[in-house]
Nanobody, 119 residues
Framework: QVQLVESGGGVVQAGDSLRLSCAAS????????MGWFRQAPGKERELVAR????????YYSDSVNGRFRISRNRAGNSVYLEMNNLNSEDTAVYYC????????????WGQGTQVTVSS
């Protein structure tokens, strides 16, 4: 069973930048898309960014558009989230997820990494 491992979380000040990484434990790893979700205390998990495996098309939620950037490596088994101009509302556990080929949902999830933004 393939696993996703996130890294790069931490505590930063408002206005700072942070880069999250996510790597799959196995290659090749055929996916339709990989995405980053986040869940803040008392809130539902939300998709913040997604990248399609076939053409690199990206999606960003309104709350992060213009500040966050999702990218992937050439092999397609690692995905990154560059987060700029962070604010306290970005504080959450960030999860990497993959929608494998043949699945209609994101069916592989990482364990999550905490991002805390202090003002």
């Amino acid at each position: 069973q393939v696993q996703l491992v996130e890294s790069g979380g931490g505590v930063v000040q408002a206005g700072d930048s942070l880069r999250l990484s996510c790597a799959a434990s196995r290659r090749p790893f055929a996916t339709y898309a990989m995405g980053w979700f986040r869940q803040a205390p008392g809130k539902e998990r939300e998709l913040v960014a997604r990248i399609r495996s076939s053409n690199g098309e990206t999606y960003y939620s309104d709350s992060v558009n213009g500040r966050f950037r999702i990218s992937r490596n050439r092999a397609g088994n690692s995905v990154y989230l560059e987060m700029n101009n962070l604010n306290s509302e970005d504080t959450a556990v960030y999860y990497c997820a993959a929608q494998r080929v043949g699945s209609s949902v994101y069916d592989v999830w990482g364990q999550g990494t905490q991002v805390t933004v202090s003002s």
